[in-house]
């Protein structure tokens, strides 16, 4: 009976013992992978950025699957972007990565941070708080989620288009 009960003692302790998987941290090679997608989009430097992601990834940056882009797509649409902003950064001290992996063992990295931005067009800066979650498979980008409110920069450009539409003296009401 004693050696039953120091062997199950003994089960007890091995598998109390064993390593278990973490499920959240916020130092993984994942999250080191996405500071560096985040310093190429700062830096604009789009063939490292790409380098990143599995050729199959899709990115939602506000928007749904239906409307997904592929990485070559976003790049296309980055560098339109890079040439409407005198800058851009994330402000070094709003950023926070933390990693996660599901219940259905996915890896994602979640991004938090505050964009920082000065648009070319009327030298104004804007200051956007942005999500973004990137699930990793075999240390790829597979998938992308972005969220972050560009309402305020597309009121303004409508504002300046809707500006330089309109003669001046004259007013640029239409006519029934």
Same mark, same amino acid.
């Given at each position: 009976?004693?050696?039953l009960?120091?062997? /199950?003692?003994?089960?007890?302790?091995f *598998?109390?013992? &064993?390593? $278990?998987q973490?499920?959240? *941290?916020?130092? =993984?090679p994942e999250?080191?992978?996405?500071?560096?997608v985040i310093?190429d989009y700062e830096?604009r430097?789009w063939e =490292?950025?790409? !380098?990143?992601?599995?050729d199959?990834?899709?990115?939602l940056?506000?928007?749904?699957?239906?409307?997904?882009?592929?990485?070559? $797509?976003?790049? *296309?649409?980055?560098?339109e972007?890079?040439?409407?902003?005198? =800058?851009?950064?994330? $402000?070094?001290?709003?950023v926070e990565?933390?990693?996660v992996i599901?219940d259905?063992g996915?890896t994602?990295?979640n991004?938090w941070?505050?964009w &920082?931005a000065?648009?070319?067009?009327?030298?104004?800066t804007?200051v956007?708080?942005?999500h973004?979650?990137? $699930?990793?498979v075999d /240390?790829?980008i597979?998938?992308?989620? /972005?969220?972050?409110?560009? !309402?305020?920069i597309?009121?303004d450009m409508q &504002?300046?288009q809707?500006?330089e539409q309109?003669?001046? /003296?004259e007013?640029?009401v239409?006519?029934?």
């Amino acid at each position: 009976m004693k050696k039953l009960l120091f062997l /199950g003692l003994t089960i007890v302790l091995f *598998t109390a013992c &064993e390593k $278990q998987q973490t499920r959240y *941290t916020q130092q =993984s090679p994942e999250i080191d992978t996405y500071k560096k997608v985040i310093a190429d989009y700062e830096n604009r430097d789009w063939e =490292s950025l790409a !380098s990143h992601y599995a050729d199959t990834a899709k990115i939602l940056n506000n928007v749904t699957m239906k409307d997904a882009k592929t990485i070559e $797509q976003e790049i *296309t649409m980055g560098k339109e972007d890079a040439g409407l902003f005198a =800058s851009w950064k994330y $402000q070094p001290e709003s950023v926070e990565y933390e990693m996660v992996i599901t219940d259905k063992g996915q890896t994602w990295v979640n991004f938090w941070g505050i964009w &920082e931005a000065t648009l070319l067009a009327n030298n104004k800066t804007y200051v956007i708080p942005a999500h973004i979650t990137a $699930q990793f498979v075999d /240390g790829k980008i597979v998938r992308e989620d /972005g969220y972050w409110d560009l !309402s305020e920069i597309m009121t303004d450009m409508q &504002e300046m288009q809707y500006s330089e539409q309109s003669v001046p /003296g004259e007013t640029a009401v239409p006519e029934e």
